[in-house]
């Protein structure tokens, strides 16, 4: 299957500061990414959808303001964690897929985890 | 709003007995979705059930879907220990590329 990295694995950080995610694909042009939040022993929920090139559709109840999402490339989406808090805390996951896969499958990234002190 | 439930959320077994995670979802759609996950790592991709009546089987795992029941099932076949890990199904809405909606999961431990 197709590999999507993220960076860094482990990210610990003040409360205030921001935060920067990256998730690739190394090996295909991924026409749209997106990003989970899973808080410990819980599901993965769906933060927003990101297509190269224009902006990124946020999901309910997720502030764009805080979140921000820049998709600049076929094979580089940036999620920015701004102003930091604890309860920020979370597993961050990337997943990328491209319009001509079969079944739009999504490729999961390794994962971002955040903690905030 | 989709909503995906499954259950139970928490299985523990012995290693060589037979157990099935449900996985519900509320409105139509055209792609269910199983993963694992092991404890502190991402989502690996398991089964991609597009149709009624599909059934996949890989090793000891048999995934089922039902669309007119909005139900699928996993099915886990003389349980060994290495499968002790998380379950989730996930649903697409559809028309286009999606995000996932998931259900909770389900914490699957196998004690030999």
């Known amino acids: 299957g197709a590999v999507v990295s993220q960076h860094p694995s482990r990210v610990i950080c003040k409360s205030g500061t921001s935060v920067k995610i990256e998730c690739r694909s190394l090996d295909f042009q991924a026409t749209t990414m997106f990003w989970y939040r899973q808080f410990p022993k819980q599901s993965l929920m769906l933060m927003a959808t990101s297509n190269e090139g224009s902006k990124a559709t946020y999901e309910q109840g997720v502030e764009k303001d805080k979140f921000l999402i820049n998709h600049a490339s076929l094979t580089l989406s940036t999620l920015t964690v701004t102003s930091a808090h604890p309860e920020d805390s979370s597993f961050y996951i990337c997943?990328?897929?491209?319009?001509?896969?079969?079944?739009?499958?999504?490729?999961f990234g390794p994962g971002t985890r955040l903690t905030v002190l | 709003e989709l909503k995906v439930e499954q259950n139970p959320l928490f299985l523990s077994m012995q290693e060589g007995k037979n157990y099935t995670i449900y996985c519900n979802y509320s409105t139509t759609s055209d792609r269910l979705y199983w993963y694992r996950q092991d404890p502190g790592k991402s989502l690996e991709s398991l089964f991609v059930l597009l149709s009624n009546g599909a059934v996949k089987q890989e090793g000891r795992l048999m995934a089922s879907l039902d669309t007119k029941a909005r139900l699928s099932t996993l099915h886990i076949t003389a349980a060994v220990h290495d499968l002790s890990a998380t379950y989730f199904c996930?649903?697409?809405?559809?028309?286009?590329?999606?995000?996932?909606?998931f259900g909770k999961g389900t914490h699957l431990i196998i004690q030999p």
């Open positions: 996930a649903v697409r809405l559809g028309g286009g590329a999606d995000g996932l909606t």
């Open positions: 997943s990328a897929t491209f319009l001509k896969l079969a079944y739009n499958e999504q490729f």
